[in-house]
C-alpha cells in the first residue's frame, strides 16, 4: 500500500535523512503510544511520543519520551534551564504546534522550540516519532531526528 507522505515526511526527504514510514488503522480519535507500539509490533521503549510544555520564563518547550513513559516534569524543567514546566492544554496543542494531538511530530513544528529527547533513544539503532498526523510514524535513527529538531539528548522520565 502507498503511503501518503506528509510534511513531516517531505522535510526528512528534503535533509537527505533516511526514514521508513510506517502507517496504523486508527478512527478519529487518537492512539495512544503504547497502543502504537503494539500495533507497530515495536517495544514501547522505541516508540516516542512528544509532549510540548510551557515554563515560568513563558516559553514554549518540547519533550519526546518513550511511549510507556512519564515525564518528569522537575528533570525536563532542569534540562530546559527553567524553574519549572508544565504540559500545555490540550486545546492549545494546534495554535503552538501546528499538529492536532495524536498526531504531534517534533519534526516541523510551526517555530522551532528548544526540543529535548531521553537520553535512552541512544539505545536504539532507529526510534520512531509520529509523521505529522494521526496514523502515520516515521522511523529514523535517534540522532537524525535531535538534528532535525536541533535538539539535545537529556535524562527526562520517572
Not at 480519535?29 to 514501547?44: C, F, Q
Not at 512528544?50 to 519533550?63: I, N, P
Not at 486545546?91 to 522551532?112: E, H
Not at 526510534?127 to 539535545?152: M, N
Request: proline share 5%.
Amino acid at each position: 500500500m502507498a503511503e501518503e507522505k506528509t510534511n513531516v515526511m517531505r522535510m526528512l526527504e528534503q535533509a537527505g535523512v533516511a526514514y521508513t514510514p510506517h502507517g496504523y488503522p486508527h478512527g478519529k480519535e487518537p492512539v495512544d503510544g503504547v497502543t502504537v507500539a503494539g500495533i507497530l509490533g515495536r517495544d514501547p521503549q522505541q516508540v516516542f511520543k512528544t509532549l510540548v510544555t510551557r515554563g515560568a520564563s513563558g516559553g514554549y518547550c518540547v519533550f519526546v519520551i518513550p511511549a510507556d513513559a512519564t515525564l518528569d516534569l522537575k528533570k525536563a524543567a532542569r534540562a530546559a534551564g527553567e524553574k519549572n514546566v508544565e504540559m500545555i492544554h490540550v486545546t492549545d496543542i494546534n495554535k503552538v504546534t501546528g499538529y492536532i494531538r495524536g498526531g504531534c511530530s517534533p519534526i516541523g513544528m510551526k517555530k522551532p522550540y528548544p526540543t529535548f529527547v531521553e537520553e535512552s533513544a541512544q539505545l536504539w539503532d532507529t526510534v520512531l516519532v509520529s509523521a505529522g498526523r494521526i496514523g502515520a510514524q516515521v522511523e529514523l535513527c535517534a540522532d537524525d531526528l535531535l538534528l532535525l529538531c536541533g535538539g539535545q539528548y537529556a535524562d527526562l522520565t520517572v
